[in-house]
């Protein structure tokens, strides 16, 4: 758009470009033209950004699950809820689409990663998994049972 519109706030820019594409829809023909190369990259980004949000939910819970393993002796109570309630929020922002796209090997490895650089100096994380031993199936279980998938760092 030539008034840079997209570029400074976006948000008004996306509420003049739904308001056009609602006037579209019904019918109306309008003078002001749509932004179709920015509203298409932006209905991309939307998927994406869904998908990161997905896969950022899981990366959090498999920390959780991590500190689980590695001091079963801390802040257990904390980190299941937080474990739950990640995988919980994960589970209501899944989309089938997203079960060809998300490999939890990245997610993992930055979980692993974080874990090892927030170590307590005298609680060294011991040895884990070299990839992560989880199916995204297990993750998003409506039944997921934390001590089920603790073991499976063993």
């Known amino acids: 758009m030539p008034d840079g519109l997209y570029e ?21 023909r309008v ?6 190369p920015h509203v298409i990259e932006e209905l991309q ?3 994406l950004s ?11 819970a498999l920390l959780h699950l991590l500190k ?21 929020d994960a589970q209501a922002r ?10 939890l090997d990245r997610p993992y490895q930055k979980a692993v990663a974080q874990v090892r650089a ?5 609680q060294p994380p011991g040895a884990l998994p070299g990839a992560c ?7 998003l279980a409506d039944d997921v049972e934390l001590g089920g998938l603790v073991a499976k760092l063993r």
């Open 133 to 139: 031993p989880f199916t995204l199936s297990e993750l």
């Open 50 to 60: 869904e998908l990161r949000a997905c896969e950022s939910l899981l990366r959090q």
């Open 118 to 122: 927030g170590a307590p100096e005298n």
């Open 94 to 103: 899944f989309t089938p689409s997203m079960r060809k796209k998300i490999s």
């Open 68 to 88: 689980l393993h590695l001091w079963p002796d801390g802040a257990v109570t904390h980190w299941r809820s937080e474990a739950v309630g990640f995988l919980a």
């Open 45 to 47: 980004d939307v998927g």
């Open 31 to 36: 003078n002001a033209a749509v932004d179709w």
């Open 8 to 28: 400074h706030d976006i948000l008004t820019w996306a509420e003049q470009q739904a308001a056009l594409l609602r006037r579209l829809a019904n019918g109306e």
